[in-house]
């Protein structure tokens, strides 16, 4: 590869500024679809203050796969982890709509008018990253930081990422709630868990083990959003934004050669390796991926005001 080697229905309570401490909270708001405007709602934390960033988990997971990250990046951001829809604490979303990217994408751009948010920076993991490549496509973001996104897989190398997700959400929906806590007890337990998604699956907490197995489990839209993918075209470029995107080397689900790809579809991007990560790298070395994805939000701050000037410019026209 080559590649950088970087070694409430709208409460919306804020915390302090300057403070990390994240806040549980629900937003409702009113999404298109083909029978009338249908309302959604997504669970969410926010904590920090500065320029809003966005933060995407993987499917099957839950906004606390950026836990290790929230606080160093909430030093400098007002940061908005999210329950994407039917994962974590999310429902799903109304009947009739689509967990696909032209359904869910402008959904997240809609929860950003709630929450006020305008173009906030945006890094997501896996699906994740791959509706954050989306969102910058459409102009609804300032800078896109994607970690092993989705889309750019070969026909084969899809089946085996779907096939290992279905085999993994299998085994979580097989296991009693008691034999998930006893196996997240031990180091051994917590890498049969979870090895395919993390490089050093023994450092994460037995409650965090529990508490994704979970998610995974009790994910009303997995399969929903998985088919959505099926049929997914190659991504193409990201125009006019700072984009890096960033890999583990030893992402199992994910295969790092996509990276490749990604630079190949996105030429303007920065690719990044990320020494030792596994396929959800947050937990694997905390400091590197935030550092990584501060280098990207610090690279579009004076770049997003110059462009939102030229808008108001060419508005007033």
């Known amino acids: 590869m080559v590649a950088d080697n970087v070694s409430n229905d709208l409460t919306n309570r804020r915390p302090a500024a300057g403070t990390g401490a994240a806040m549980a909270a629900e937003v409702s708001f009113e999404v298109a679809s083909p029978h009338g405007p249908r309302t959604a709602t997504l669970s969410y934390a926010r904590s920090g203050a500065g320029e809003p960033l966005l ?61 006020g948010v305008e173009r906030p920076h945006v890094a997501g993991n896996s699906l994740g990253g791959l509706l954050a490549l989306e969102m910058g496509r459409r102009g609804l973001v300032r800078t896109v930081t994607a970690l092993s996104p989705g889309g750019f897989w070969t026909p084969a190398e899809r089946r085996y990422a779907f096939g290992t997700l279905l085999a993994m959400r299998h085994g979580a929906r097989l296991l009693p709630v008691p034999a998930i806590e006893r196996l997240a007890r031990s180091a051994a337990g917590r890498t049969a868990l979870t090895s395919t998604i993390y490089a050093r699956p023994w450092r994460r907490s037995p409650e965090a083990v529990v508490a994704e197995t979970l998610a995974l489990r009790d994910a009303t839209s997995f399969e929903a959003t998985l088919e959505s993918g099926r049929d997914l075209p190659m991504g193409e470029d990201v125009a006019g934004l700072p984009v890096t995107v960033a890999w583990g080397d030893r992402d199992r689900l994910l295969l790092p050669r996509q990276g490749v790809r990604a630079k190949r579809a996105i030429p303007g991007a920065r690719l990044v390796r990320l020494g030792g990560c596994g396929h959800v790298p947050m937990s694997d070395d905390p400091a590197l991926v935030a550092r990584v994805i501060l280098d990207t939000c610090r690279a579009g701050g004076a770049r997003g005001q110059e462009l939102d000037h030229a808008r108001v410019e060419s508005t007033s026209r």
């Open 55 to 115: 933060l995407l988990h993987g499917i099957g997971h839950h906004r606390q796969a950026w836990d290790p990250v929230v606080d160093i990046l909430a030093a400098e951001y007002d940061v908005i982890a999210l329950d994407l829809p039917g994962f974590g604490a999310s429902p799903s979303l109304p009947d009739g709509l689509r967990h696909d990217l032209p359904t869910v994408v402008p959904a997240l751009g809609a929860l950003c008018r709630a929450l």
